[in-house]
């Protein structure tokens, strides 16, 4: 959680005082996400464009993690959290922003045949999910993977899902796509189904850096969700796991 302003010209000056090695990194992120937003259509069009960037040096680093191990320990504590919040083999779940399965490779091991449904709008890390399928030797659970355009679902069935999980999603989408997703997440939920989403959470200016990191007050998306006759609720729960995004929780109100 945070309460400064990351994209202000003070605190990036600060930061990069304070870190004086990172600078050229960031330097070299911003050109190239400079350009990408000059030859993209949308932030869609233009975060597809940086996944297949950043999946082509390495499909882990692009989901976020570090190293390997930091990449399996932030797909167990996913699969942990929901297993300790009653996720059943017999669900079914819908994981938004499946990347490479992080965490999608135990889901599927733990579901049974068939029940576990992963979207994400980059095509190359959903390549990087069927090495990690064949990695881990899951095929015969018969996981759906789908490349998608936007968060519509429109080719999903109705009230079919009684999880759907995004991870580290809204901390890079602009409040338009949350938008859209908390629209139509409603209808594919069963009626006692809920949709679990993290965020990058902050209670001062909400404000993005480089168009890749977004930061919202909580308010702000509880209210987005009421708006879509959803009810949510702040996961105080999983402020007590070692990750620095929160969770939000919407269920049918």
């Given amino acids: 959680m945070h309460s400064r302003n990351r994209a202000s010209f ?6 990069a005082a304070r870190h004086p ?24 069009g233009y975060y597809r464009a940086v996944m297949r960037s950043d999946s082509a040096r390495n499909p882990e680093q692009a989901v976020g993690s570090a190293s390997h191990d930091r990449w399996l320990a932030l797909g167990k504590m996913q699969y942990d ?8 083999p017999s669900h079914r779940l819908l994981e938004i922003g499946c990347g490479n399965l992080r ?19 980059s095509p190359d890390i959903l390549f990087a999910a069927q090495n990690v399928l064949q990695r881990y030797g899951l095929q015969h659970k018969l996981p759906h993977l789908t490349p998608v355009r936007n968060l519509s679902f429109s080719f999903l069935p109705k009230g079919h899902f009684d999880v759907v999980h995004a991870h580290s999603v809204f901390s890079h989408s602009p409040i338009e796509v949350i938008d859209e997703c908390l629209s139509h997440v409603g209808p594919v939920l069963t009626p006692g189904g809920f949709f679990d989403f993290t965020f990058d959470r902050t209670t001062g200016p909400e ?18 969700a009421r708006r879509h006759g959803l009810r949510a609720r702040f996961m105080r729960d999983w402020e007590k796991l070692p990750h620095k995004q929160s969770k939000i929780r919407v269920t049918h109100s």
């Fill in 10 to 15: 003070l605190h990036k000056l600060g930061y």
């Fill in 21 to 44: 090695g990172r600078i050229s990194s960031y330097t070299r992120r911003w050109a190239r996400d400079t350009w990408l937003r000059m030859t993209t259509g949308d932030h869609v």
């Fill in 81 to 88: 959290y929901l297993l300790g919040h009653g996720l059943l």
């Fill in 103 to 121: 965490a999608g490779w135990r889901f599927i091991d733990y579901l049974e045949p068939g029940h576990y449904y992963g979207i994400d709008i």
């Fill in 207 to 224: 404000h993005q850096v480089l168009r890749e990191d977004f930061y919202y007050r909580t308010e702000t998306l509880t209210a987005l």
